[in-house]
């Protein structure tokens, strides 16, 4: 069931082996994604206005661009979820992150992915 606001278009699900993304945006060509937990190399939250879904943007081993993910995706707050659990997001990070407007949330910070790099 979809809570309001919620995009329906946009379904995310995970299993222990990797994140699913399937989207059937109107007036677009479906595209569906596999994102495996190991390849997740770095996390950023965009806060955005109010007007506008937040993002999660997955950053992977597997392309150089990031996967964006809208938080009001079906699954998405799921999503976040379960990037706190597995430690691939802070959880005291999304906190803030949820609070804020126009603002970008890393994590790990540059600095330590720097040194893991």
Known sequence: MNSPGQLSWFVV????EAIYLSVSA?????????????SVTRV?????????????????????E????????????QLL????RR????ASLAIRAAQAVSSLYCWPPASRTAEQG
């Open 26 to 38: 109107p007036q677009r060509q479906p595209w569906q994604a596999t994102i495996p937990w190991a």
């Open 66 to 77: 990031s996967w964006v993910v809208p938080v009001e995706a079906d699954g998405g707050t």
């Open 44 to 64: 950023c939250f965009a806060a955005e206005d109010w007007d506008l879904s937040d993002g999660l943007y997955l950053f992977t081993d597997l392309r150089p």
């Open 81 to 84: 979820d379960e990037l706190i």
């Open 87 to 90: 430690g691939l997001f802070d």
């Open 13 to 16: 699900t995970s299993d222990d």
